[in-house]
């Protein structure tokens, strides 16, 4: 039984077209329905070279060789093509031949194949990374977060009883910076904005525009929420700053987005187990008794280390002469430029009454010295607030790399801030 008609008009009509074309010469010779529906009749005897651009691109043919496979782009119509080309003789005559098959369906499948493995292999990266660090605060969280989503910034947002900590990460610099704001119904929109679409500068509420622009942003800038939630009791959100490139397809993949929010929500949980008795209710810094902790467990044993031992001046005036609200409002502001260069490395401490500690981390000594040019700058910007406090802290920053006597520094950085205070202090003004 001969088949041969079927075979062709499988090969035409369901499968692709079949072309064959005289070397030599380029005439199309043969071509089958598929090219004749698309070309007209007339295309027989035509120039190939006139009509299709691709056999440019067609690979050396071995004569009664084997097809060589090969595919093409169609540039203007953007279609996939893959072709089995073959070389052979008839009649002292060598030809051509082509099977043209359109792939654009398979390859567009194969594309969104590849993306999702990339996707998901970039995944499982990012939840190894998340895992090992699942104990850690969320300090850590946010450098993975910038790289993995190719932005600039990231914003942490979370409610803190009557206050919301903004905690920034700027990659340029790998620079933390860490702000609290009082909430108002205002304030408290910017957990629940909408993740679909970017957010303006001026959507936020003026207190959070204020950090923005302490952190680079501007009235033009625009961000993008990453997600948002509540746990025991705690709103949060995660932003970005919109950066070209920006990972936005990733953004969209709920199982991504599932892992940050178990990493967040974790540390949340585990946090408030902690919190009040490792924080110091009126600032929200560590305390002492998290202090002494952090020095039997690791301040005794970096391989560096900076202390900055502070103490703001005049709390007692303030307090016989305006009162213990203003007295508070002035450790708070204390606290506040404190606060503003904590990171996953610099921790803050209100040791007691006046008394504040800075303790950096495994740095270098120039990171010390940038350290306290930050903290400088922030006091005084925040001096500039017409709150009628004006906060006047002595400063004592000592350095020491691994061998050091950590009960040695502590002295010494408490001799040069106590130096500091009797320069800082007005004459008659009392020295305590």
């Known amino acids: 039984m001969d088949f041969n008609n079927e075979i062709i008009k499988f090969v035409s009509d ?9 070397e030599g010469s380029d ?26 651009l691709w056999l440019e691109e067609c690979p050396e043919l071995e004569l009664d060789g084997d097809a060589v496979e090969w595919e093409n782009i169609d540039t203007d119509t953007q279609k996939y093509y893959r072709f089995h080309s073959a070389l052979f003789e008839k009649e002292g005559k060598k030809y051509k031949i082509h099977l043209m098959t359109d792939i654009t369906e398979y390859m567009g499948l194969n594309r969104d194949i590849t993306k999702y493995m990339g996707f998901f292999k970039k995944l499982s990266a990012f939840q190894t990374a998340v895992l090992e660090k699942l104990s850690n605060t969320f300090y850590e969280l946010l450098p993975m977060l910038v790289d993995y989503f190719k932005t600039s910034k990231a914003y942490f947002l979370i409610q803190r ?46 207190e959070i ?44 993949e709920n199982t991504l987005l599932s892992v940050i929010r178990l990493y967040v929500e974790n540390g949340i949980m585990k946090e408030k187990l902690l919190y009040e008795s490792e924080h110091d209710r009126l600032t929200g810094l560590y305390n002492k008794g998290k202090y002494l902790d ?39 502001k204390a606290a506040n430029s404190i606060r503003k260069v904590t990171s996953n490395k610099v921790h803050g401490y209100r040791m007691g009454g006046d008394e504040y500690l800075l303790v950096a981390c495994n740095v270098t000594k120039e990171e010390v010295d940038v350290l306290k040019s930050r903290w400088e700058a922030e006091l005084a910007r925040l001096n500039t607030l017409d709150d009628g406090i004006d906060c006047v802290i002595a400063i004592g920053v000592v350095y020491g790399e691994k061998g050091y006597d950590f009960s040695e520094l502590m002295h010494e950085a408490d001799k040069l801030m106590y130096e500091d205070k009797k320069s800082k202090k007005k004459p008659g003004e009392e020295i305590r």
């Open 161 to 206: 009883e009557g206050n919301m900590d903004i905690i920034t990460y700027n990659k340029m610099g790998s620079v933390y910076s860490n702000d609290r704001i009082n909430l108002n119904a205002k304030v408290e929109e910017a957990f629940t904005m909408s993740a679909d679409d970017d957010i303006l500068f001026d959507s936020f509420a003026p």
């Open 209 to 252: 525009q204020e950090v923005m622009k302490l952190n680079g942003g501007s009235q033009d800038s625009t961000y993008k929420k990453l997600c948002n939630g509540a746990v025991s009791g705690q709103k949060y959100a995660i932003y970005f700053n919109v950066w070209p490139n920006m990972d936005r397809d990733s953004m969209k």
């Open 27 to 52: 005439e199309i010779v043969y071509a089958d329905s598929y090219f004749t529906k698309k070309y007209g009749e007339s295309i027989v005897g035509m120039d190939a070279t006139n009509v299709f």
């Open 294 to 332: 952090m020095v039997e467990k690791e301040y005794t044993n970096l391989d560096s280390i900076g202390i900055f031992n502070l103490d703001v001046n005049n709390l007692k005036v303030l307090n016989d002469t305006k009162g213990h609200e203003a007295g508070d409002k002035l450790l708070i």
């Open 14 to 22: 369901k499968v692709g077209g079949v072309l064959i074309i005289a």
